[in-house]
């Protein structure tokens, strides 16, 4: 027998709604996942893709919250990203679009490992599902759209799904998020391309580009620390 309408609601809604605090027990598909990303040459790529989509969203809700326009995005075949924003070539504004990219996967990436671990996966699951089909839409590259559709499939697998192990599998994706920034962080700063984000910061601020680099560093650095801190309490 089919489900009634209202019985459908009744199942989405109870699938966004918050959940009992995650134990140590539960959390063992986090260290698979970032074990098999660390490792595994094709989860090490899919890591690098998701830290690229994130770092063009950083991009791009920035901009939006600064009155710029957003355009869209693209993920390129070397999983590096490029998203486009419109508005005044200058000012605090466009420094702020242009800063947010590098934090934004730790950042991100330690508050979706705290949600998990608070029992709020299925909210978490519910916001990035809008979010993903905001970045679906904003696409501009067909490689670009199997990314995000990709992404998108397997965040609502795992939100239908459900089960105990939801939260370990999501406090894995953060876990991955915050790794990969690192790596990114190490890889723009290896970079002698003038044109990469640090150094368009130091052409629009006339501020050194190892000055900003330093600013990504010490967020990074807060987001891991927060990570540890909860951890610690796990444990404890």
């Known amino acids: 027998m089919d489900l009634s309408r209202t019985d459908r609601w009744s199942q989405v809604a109870q699938r966004a709604e918050p959940a009992e605090p995650a134990v140590l027990v539960s959390l063992w598909p986090a260290l698979v996942i970032l074990l098999l990303t660390l490792a595994w040459p094709p989860a090490h790529r899919w ?19 600064v009155g ?5 995005f693209v993920v390129s075949k070397d999983l590096s990203g490029h998203a486009v924003t419109a508005g005044k070539p200058r000012g605090l504004g466009r420094v702020l679009t242009t800063w947010a990219s590098y934090p934004a996967p730790a950042l991100l990436g330690a508050a979706v490992v705290a949600a998990a671990l608070r029992g709020w996966s299925g909210v978490v699951l519910s916001v990035g599902l809008v979010m993903l089909l905001v970045l679906l839409v904003m696409s501009r590259s067909l490689r670009t759209v199997g990314v995000v559709l990709a992404v998108g499939a397997l965040a609502t697998a795992l939100w239908w799904l459900g089960g105990s192990w ?11 998020m915050l790794v ?3 790596g990114s962080l190490g890889d723009v700063a290896r970079s002698a391309d003038p044109h990469q984000d640090h150094g368009t910061l130091a052409q629009l601020t006339h501020l050194p580009g ?16 927060w990570v540890g801190w909860l951890a610690w309490g796990l444990m404890a």
């Open 47 to 65: 890591g690098r893709t998701l830290v690229t989509v994130v770092h063009e969203a950083g991009h791009a809700a920035v901009g939006i919250l």
């Open 180 to 182: 990969g920034a690192w």
């Open 68 to 72: 710029r326009r957003f355009w869209g």
């Open 210 to 225: 190892w000055l900003w680099l330093c600013t990504w560093f010490l967020a990074d650095a807060a987001a891991t620390a």
């Open 166 to 176: 939801r939260a370990g599998v999501l406090a894995g994706v953060g876990l991955v």
